[in-house]
């Protein structure tokens, strides 16, 4: 089975700008959370995307939303970029049920913002 | 609300010794919890998960963390340390089945393993 795949892999814009990131879940996974990873925040959550359905929001400004498609694949989008968006954003799919939680990470983007 | 605190920022040890990694948890529920590691460049991998089942959990890699409730941590060990070893090791909680909401995994800041031959 292919694992979660996110493109592309870099990626480097200047600030004003908006920026479309993509993630493929593992073939039958419903659930696709996004992840942002940086040196001094760490790892914090995003969202999570359920069928189609955004169903869990973190602590983040409204520039940041995504969206997920019939097929599960997620995108997530960063409007009018800072230089503080800079960071490695990770999917990561699951089979969403209660022994199911596991979840699996794609190799992440990493944007940076100039 | 969870939380997960790593007590080791960076954690140095050498070839062949015992490998100790310390998480506190706090959460209101009967929690999972987690340990992934990443290696450089890379995305995360799952070493171990704890759902309530057995408190002593096998993962990969000659892995393995204690559940102890009574002290809520999650402590990370192996026996003998591997080159292969260094990386990023974070220590995560979720909370169980909570009305469907799955995706919100609480991470701890990581801890660096170093292994020095």
């Known amino acids: 089975k292919a694992g979660v795949t996110q493109t592309p892999r870099y990626l480097i814009k200047t600030r004003g700008q908006q920026v479309t990131l993509s993630c493929s879940p593992i073939s039958g996974h419903r659930s696709v959370s996004w992840y942002q990873q940086t040196p001094g925040q760490g790892l914090q959550f995003l969202f999570e995307y359920f069928s189609e359905t955004q169903r869990n929001k973190g602590n983040f400004p409204g520039r940041f939303s995504g969206r997920q498609f019939s097929n599960s694949r997620s995108e997530m989008n960063v409007s009018t970029l800072e230089l503080g968006d800079s960071a490695l954003y990770l999917c990561?799919?699951?089979?969403?049920?209660?022994?199911?939680?596991?979840?699996?990470f794609g190799p992440g983007t990493r944007l940076t913002v100039l | 609300a969870q939380s997960v605190t790593q007590l080791d920022s960076h954690v140095s040890v050498s070839e062949g010794t015992p490998v100790l990694l310390r998480c506190n948890y706090s959460s209101s529920y009967s929690p999972s919890l987690f340990w992934y590691v990443q290696h450089p460049n890379k995305g995360l991998q799952l070493l171990l998960k704890?759902?309530?089942?057995?408190?002593l959990v096998k993962g990969i890699n000659g892995f393995e963390a204690e559940f102890k409730k009574s002290e809520t941590s999650f402590h990370l060990t192996k026996p003998s340390a591997h080159m292969s070893d260094a990386a990023e090791y974070f220590c995560?909680?979720?909370?169980?089945?909570?009305?469907?909401?799955?995706?919100?995994?609480?991470f701890g800041k990581g801890t660096k393993l170093s292994v020095k031959p």
């Open positions: 704890y759902t309530s089942a057995a408190t």
């Open positions: 995560v909680v979720s909370d169980p089945w909570d009305g469907g909401s799955q995706g919100n995994l609480i």
């Open positions: 990561a799919s699951s089979l969403a049920g209660r022994e199911n939680n596991e979840q699996f």
